[in-house]
C-alpha cells in the first residue's frame, strides 16, 4: 500500500484527493495545511484519516511514503527540501520552483537520496499528445521544421470562471507582489512542455516578449498592484535547427483552457486541438500532403500522472515528467524574463 500525504488543501488538492484514492493500493492518509479548520474540512470531506496544521508535525508522525504538495508556488522549494530530508517521495504541482537555480537544488537533492520526484505536468494525461509524441518519433511527418503551439485563456474577457476584479483567486495571478509571474509563469510550462516533448526537441535559442496591459484605474485593486504579464510569446530555435513560435495570453476571447499545437515537417503535420470540452488530432501525411486533406487519429487512452507517480513509488524508479524536466523548462522560462531576451540568445 503506498500512503499519500496531501501538503496543501487548496482548489487543486480535491484532485489529488480524488484521483490518488482511487488508484488500487494506494490510500491518502493524512492531509497538511496551516490553516488547521481548513485541513480539517478538506480531510472530513475526502475521509482522510489525519489532519495536521504543520508540516514538521506531520514529518514526526512519519506514518507516510510519499507527498502530493499542492502547496503555493513560492512554498514548493522549502517544503520539498524538508521532505527529501526526511526520505520522502515527492509529487510536486508545477511549477517545481520559482526560478531555475531553485528547481536544480531541489533536483539534484532528490535525485541524489534516491527519492522519486515527479512534477504534475497534467497535459501529458491527455492521449492525443502521446499519439502525436509516438508519431512523430516514428516518423510520420518527417524531420520536424516548424513548430506553433499555444495556451488561449479568456478570463480577463468573461466571467465564465468569476469575476477576476473582486476574486483574489484571481487576483493574485495579476500581482507580482503577490507571487504571480503572469501568464507565462502560470500556464507557459504546460505549453512549452505540450511543444517540446510533442516533438522530442529542446529549444537551444529563444527570443521572448511578454506584455502587461492596462486593466485598472492606476493598475491596482485593493492590495493588489496588477503588474504580471497577461500575453506572452517565445520564439524558438530548436537542436535541429526548426523554427517554433510558442504563446499564451488571457485575452483569447472564445477559449476558456485551450491548448493548441501545430507540428509541420517535410513530410507532413499533425494539428492537436485540446480542451476539457473536446481533443481532436489531424494529420496531413503521405499522399495527404499533395491533396491537402487531413484525416483525424485516435489515440488509446493512457495512465495518468497520479498512477504513473504511484508506480514509480512502488519500484523507486522514477518516471516522467521529472523533478528534472520541470528543471529544464524552467530554465527556459526563466530566460524569458531576462531583458536581453528581446533580441534571441542561446540557451
Not at 489529488?16 to 488508484?23: G, I, K, Q, R
Amino acid at each position: 500500500m503506498v500512503r499519500i500525504l496531501i501538503l496543501g488543501t487548496g482548489t487543486w488538492a480535491a484532485s489529488h484527493a480524488e484521483n490518488f484514492s482511487a488508484l488500487p493500493g494506494c490510500q491518502v492518509v493524512a492531509g497538511v495545511d496551516p490553516d488547521a479548520g481548513r485541513a480539517q474540512l478538506f480531510c472530513a470531506t475526502h475521509n482522510i484519516p489525519h489532519a495536521f496544521s504543520d508540516l514538521d508535525a506531520a514529518i514526526s508522525w512519519g506514518e507516510f511514503d510519499a507527498v502530493a504538495n499542492v502547496t503555493p508556488d513560492g512554498v514548493h522549494h522549502p517544503t520539498t527540501m524538508k521532505l527529501i530530508a526526511a526520505g520522502k517521495h515527492i509529487f510536486c504541482e508545477k511549477p517545481l520552483a520559482e526560478s531555475h537555480p531553485l528547481a536544480r537544488e531541489m533536483t539534484e537533492a532528490i535525485e541524489a537520496a534516491g527519492l522519486v520526484g515527479m512534477v504534475n505536468l497534467t497535459y501529458r494525461n491527455v492521449p492525443a499528445l502521446q499519439q502525436a509524441r509516438r508519431m512523430i518519433a516514428d516518423g510520420a511527418i518527417g524531420n520536424v521544421r516548424h513548430v506553433e503551439a499555444s495556451y488561449r485563456q479568456s478570463w480577463l474577457v468573461g466571467t465564465h470562471w468569476g469575476d477576476w476584479r473582486t476574486d483574489p483567486r484571481w487576483l493574485w495571478r495579476l500581482s507580482s507582489e503577490h507571487g504571480s509571474k503572469g501568464v507565462l509563469g502560470d500556464v507557459g510550462i504546460h505549453i512549452l512542455d505540450f511543444a517540446t516533448y510533442a516533438i522530442g526537441l529542446e529549444p537551444v535559442s529563444i527570443q521572448a516578449r511578454l506584455q502587461t496591459f492596462p486593466k485598472a484605474p492606476n493598475d491596482r485593486i485593493g492590495d493588489y498592484t496588477l503588474d504580471a504579464n497577461d500575453s506572452a510569446v517565445m520564439s524558438l530555435t530548436f537542436a535541429n535547427g526548426a523554427l517554433g513560435v510558442i504563446h499564451a495570453s488571457r485575452f483569447m476571447a472564445g477559449y476558456g483552457n485551450t491548448l493548441r499545437l501545430h507540428v509541420f515537417g517535410d513530410q507532413g503535420a499533425l494539428e492537436l486541438d485540446f480542451s476539457h470540452e473536446c481533443t481532436s488530432l489531424r494529420a496531413c501525411n503521405g499522399d495527404n500532403v499533395h491533396d491537402l486533406s487531413w484525416r483525424l487519429i485516435r489515440s488509446p487512452p493512457v495512465p495518468t500522472n497520479y498512477a504513473m507517480f504511484t508506480e514509480a513509488v512502488r519500484t523507486g524508479q522514477t518516471a516522467e515528467p521529472s523533478f528534472r524536466r520541470a528543471m529544464d523548462l524552467q530554465k527556459v522560462l526563466d530566460a524569458c524574463f531576462e531583458p536581453k531576451t528581446r533580441e534571441a540568445v542561446d540557451l
